[in-house]
Structure formats: C-alpha cells, structure tokens
C-alpha cells in the first residue's frame, strides 16, 4: 500500500540536484501514494538567484503538470510551491504552499540575512541585526515564522530552522525560557485546523543535524493544541524524496501522534505511522 507523500521536493528549477521529472520518478519507485513539487517562490534577494524559481511560473507549472497526467493513475502529482517569508505577493493557484522563513528582513538597511546558508552567514546576522545575540536572533526569527503561519499555509516548513547550526547550543541555548517562549509563540500563531505542522529531515540528510525537524516540545505542544503532522523530506536530490521516514515517524510517536497526513489529489488522508 502506497501510504506515504513526499511533497516537500526541490528540482534543478531552484536549488536542486534532479530534474522534476527525477524526482518524481523517485518518489513512485519509493512508493510514494503523491508526489508534490514545491519549489522555491521568486525573491529579489542577491544570494537566492539560481537558487529559486522565475518570477514567471509558466514552466514550472506546465512541467508539473506534465507529469501529473503521466503518472495518472498510479501517483497523484501535485501543484505546489514554498513561499518565501521575503516573497512577493501571495501564493495563488496551487493545490498546496508550504510557508517558510529562510532570510531575515531589515526595513531599516533595506537589506536581508540568510539564516540557514551556513554558520558564517548566520554569524552576520547576528551581528548585524541583534548585536550579537543570538538568542535575541532567534526571538527575531520567531516573529517572522508567526507572521507567516498566521497566513495559514497548507503546511509550516522547518519551524525551528533557526538551529540548522545549532548542534551542541553553539550559538544559543535551545532549553532556555527565553528561547522556548519564542519558539512556542509562533506555533501558537498557527491554526492546527488549516494547517499542517511538517516533520522535516531535510537537515538530516544533508548533514546539518541528527533530528529532524521539529523539537520534540515543541511538537508535543502542536497535539496538544490539535494540530496534525505530515512527514516531508525537504529533498533536494532524487536520493532523498522518503529519507530518514522512519526516523520522522518515531519522533512523532514520541510526541504522542499515532498517524500523520497525507496530501493527496483527493485531500487529506490519515494514514497510520
């Protein structure tokens, strides 16, 4: 039984390593019941050129739907996008849009910070935007994941993607008050009934961490709250579409859930994990 989704994917159309056509490939020889493209939505920033899709979607889109009519029948292939916090506009026009916070705006200098490039990057803004504070930083980066939550996306990307290079607290303390009541304070801009809370390894496949994510407090407040999860696997490679499931799935039972979500091309299925 086909009863598992990878619709959290990257393609050579943005910051991928495969065609669409690879991975999605791969997502049906792993089998997966859907199949979803979710490219990087159009910036103007300079370090996201070629790492994004075109302002003008037209190929993209045809693309997509190339292969949904190719897979008929044995995968549903769906429409999809992740919407950058730095994004102009809104998402129109897709069966499902991930909503995600990669950079860091500043009004003030006119100027953005990549949060999730490497530590070095990180670094800057740090500097740049908090002093030096990282704990302030991610207090900064909280706000802006509650903004984009509180728009309802069809799922949350990576919530605590703030500490990719975290590993060990180098940066900041991930068990502080300080921190926990940030973080817990953009899951709770989220609205568990329109929204899905994503168990991403992404981070783990790539090296970043050993878990995915989210933390596991922070989960255990999106039950409480009555929020669903969908396992995703960030892949930007044809490797990657369903890795580490298994480890997702655990973290998940560890929190409570006994089944997650599955986006289909007939809506949301419950499957057991």
Same mark, same amino acid.
Request: glycine share 8%.
């Given at each position: 039984?086909?009863?598992?989704?990878?619709?959290?994917?990257?393609?050579?159309?943005?910051?991928?390593?495969?065609?669409?056509?690879?991975?999605?490939?791969?997502?049906?020889?792993?089998?997966?019941?859907?199949?979803?493209?979710?490219?990087?939505?159009?910036?103007?920033?300079?370090?996201?050129?070629?790492?994004?899709?075109?302002?003008?979607?037209?190929?993209?889109?045809?693309?997509?739907?190339?292969?949904?009519?190719?897979?008929?029948?044995?995968?549903?292939?769906?429409?999809?996008?992740?919407?950058?916090?730095?994004?102009?506009?809104?998402?129109?026009?897709?069966?499902?849009?991930?909503?995600?916070?990669?950079?860091?705006?500043?009004?003030?200098?006119?100027?953005?910070?990549?949060?999730?490039?490497?530590?070095?990057?990180?670094?800057?803004?740090?500097?740049?935007?908090?002093?030096?504070?990282?704990?302030?930083?991610?207090?900064?980066?909280?706000?802006?994941?509650?903004?984009?939550?509180?728009?309802?996306?069809?799922?949350?990307?990576?919530?605590?993607?703030?500490?990719?290079?975290?590993?060990?607290?180098?940066?900041?303390?991930?068990?502080?008050?300080?921190?926990?009541?940030? $973080?817990? /304070?953009?899951?709770? =801009? @989220?609205?568990?009934?329109?929204?899905? *809370?994503?168990?991403?390894? +992404?981070? &783990?496949? !790539?090296?970043?961490?050993?878990?995915?994510?989210?933390?596991?407090?922070?989960?255990?407040?999106?039950?409480?709250?009555?929020?669903?999860?969908?396992?995703?696997?960030?892949?930007?490679?044809?490797?990657?579409?369903?890795?580490?499931?298994?480890? $997702?799935? /655990?973290?998940?039972? =560890? @929190?409570?859930?006994?089944?997650?979500? *599955?986006?289909?091309?007939? +809506?949301? &299925?419950? !499957?057991?994990?």
């Amino acid at each position: 039984m086909r009863d598992f989704c990878s619709v959290h994917t990257h393609s050579l159309l943005c910051d991928g390593k495969n065609t669409l056509e690879e991975m999605a490939a791969a997502a049906f020889a792993a089998g997966a019941a859907a199949f979803g493209a979710s490219g990087h939505s159009h910036t103007e920033l300079p370090w996201d050129r070629g790492c994004v899709l075109p302002a003008d979607l037209t190929s993209y889109r045809t693309e997509v739907l190339r292969l949904r009519k190719a897979y008929a029948g044995q995968m549903d292939v769906l429409l999809g996008i992740e919407w950058d916090s730095c994004s102009a506009g809104d998402p129109e026009g897709f069966d499902y849009w991930i909503g995600s916070v990669h950079n860091l705006w500043d009004a003030d200098r006119g100027h953005g910070f990549c949060i999730d490039y490497d530590a070095d990057r990180l670094t800057e803004a740090c500097r740049t935007l908090s002093g030096g504070n990282f704990t302030a930083l991610a207090e900064q980066y909280y706000a802006a994941v509650a903004s984009m939550a509180a728009r309802r996306p069809t799922i949350l990307g990576h919530l605590d993607l703030v500490t990719k290079f975290n590993a060990g607290n180098r940066f900041f303390d991930e068990d502080s008050p300080r921190y926990r009541a940030a $973080a817990l /304070e953009a899951l709770h =801009a @989220a609205d568990p009934w329109a929204t899905l *809370l994503e168990i991403n390894t +992404g981070a &783990v496949s !790539r090296g970043y961490r050993k878990t995915p994510y989210p933390a596991l407090f922070l989960l255990r407040e999106w039950r409480r709250m009555g929020g669903r999860i969908i396992l995703t696997a960030d892949a930007h490679s044809a490797d990657a579409v369903v890795f580490f499931y298994e480890g $997702a799935a /655990e973290l998940a039972r =560890a @929190a409570g859930y006994g089944s997650s979500v *599955l986006l289909t091309a007939a +809506g949301d &299925v419950e !499957r057991p994990l």
